[in-house]
C-alpha cells in the first residue's frame, strides 16, 4: 500500500508539471515558452548540486545508523542552507548574464530554493518511513506552481514577465511551507559542517549528472538555435521524464533504505529488478514513439512538430533508463558512487558530444544523441553492479 501511495503521488505531482508545461505552451509564444524552459534547465540542474549530495549522504548515513537521526539531520540543516544559497546566486548571474532580465532572472531562480525545501522533506519522510510526509512533498511545488500561473494568467495578460512572477511567488510560498513541515531538532549539531559538505560532493555529482543528461541540451539547444528550441526539447522532456517516475518512485524512493543494507544473498534483487523494469519500459517506449506525432499535437498544438520528432526517437531510451534505475540506486555506496559519478559523466559527455557531431540531422540527431547516452549508462551500470557483486 505504501508502495501505492508512492506511485499516485509521484504520478500526481507529474501530472501537475505536465499540466504546467500544457498551460505555458499554450499561453505564451514559442520564444518566450522557451525561455522559461532555458531557465528551468539551469534551476534544476543546480539545485540537483545543492540538495542531491546533502540529502544522499543523510539517507545513507541514517539508513545505517538510525541513531544518527537528529545530528546529522541538523548538519544537513547547515549545509542545504549554504548550498542552496550558493546555487541561486549562479543562477541569477547565468540568467542574467543570458541577457534575461534581472527581475525574470530572480523569479525564476528561486526555483532552486523550492527543489531544495522540497527535497528535505521528502528525504525526511523516508527516513521516518512515512509515505504521506514523502506524497506532500512531491506535489507542494508543481501544484503551488500551477495554481499560481493559472491565477495570475485568470487576472493578467499572459505573458515572460507575469510567468516568472507567478512562478516566483509560488516558489517562495512553497519553500516557506515546507520549512514550517520540516521537523526541528534542537541546537547546532556537533558534528563538522566542513566535513559533510566535503563527504557529500560525490553524492551531488551523482544527483546533478542525472539531472544533467536532461537537461543540458536544453541550454545548449537554446545557445545555439534560440529559446525556441530550448521550448521544444522541454517538451520532449517533459514527457520522457513524467514516464520516469514510476522506476524513480519504486527504486530511488520507496526501495532505497532497502538498496543500502542489502545482505550477500540479496545482491541479485536489483538485477531482478532491472530487468522487469526493462521489460516495462520497453513496451512503454516503443508505445510513445509509435504516437509521439499525436500526443504533442493533441496536448501541445501544431507550433511543436520538432518536439514530436525528437520525441519519437528519444522514446526509444525509456527502456534503458527503466534498466538501469534499479542498479544506479543499488551502487550508492561510498565504494561505488565514485565509480558510477564518472560512467554518469562519461554518459554525460557522449550525449552533448552527439547533440553536436549529429546536428545536422536536427531532431532525429538530438533523439539518437539521447538513446546513444542511456544506453551506454544502462550498459555500464550493469558492468559496475556485477563487479560489486563479487567485491
Known sequence: MKAIQLLISSFGAAGATFLLQVILSRALDAASFGLVSYANAITITLGALAFSGV???????????????????????????????????????????????????????????????????????????SPLRISVGQVLVPVFRIIAVAGVFY???????????????????CAMLCLMLMTRHGKQAALKVRSFLKDSVKYSLNGALNIAQLQIPISLLGLIYGSTYSGYLAICNTLLTALYIAPNTIFNTYLIKKYHALSGAEKNLPLQHARYSLGAGALVGIGLSV??????????????????????????????????TPLGAALLSEEWVSKKIMVASVGVALQVGLFVVLMPFEANGIGASIVASECFIAVSYYILYKKSMRA
Open 55 to 129: 540529502n544522499s549522504l543523510l539517507l545513507r548515513r541514517v539508513s545505517r545508523a538510525p541513531g544518527e537521526y537528529a545530528p546529522s539531520m541538523r548538519v544537513a540543516y547547515v549545509c542545504l542552507s549554504i548550498n542552496t544559497l550558493a546555487a541561486f546566486a549562479v543562477s541569477v548571474l547565468l540568467l542574467c548574464g543570458s541577457g534575461m532580465d534581472g527581475f525574470v532572472a530572480v523569479a525564476l531562480a528561486t526555483g532552486v530554493a523550492a527543489l531544495a525545501a522540497q527535497a528535505i522533506v521528502i528525504t525526511q519522510g523516508q527516513l521516518r518511513s
Open 291 to 324: 504516437y509521439s506525432h499525436d500526443l504533442v499535437h493533441l496536448v501541445f498544438g501544431g507550433d511543436y512538430v520538432y518536439a514530436a520528432q525528437v520525441l519519437q526517437i528519444a522514446a526509444l531510451s525509456i527502456g534503458f533508463r527503466f534498466f538501469a
Open 155 to 173: 487576472a493578467l495578460t499572459p505573458s515572460l514577465a507575469n510567468t516568472a512572477m507567478a512562478l516566483g511567488v509560488a516558489n517562495v510560498s
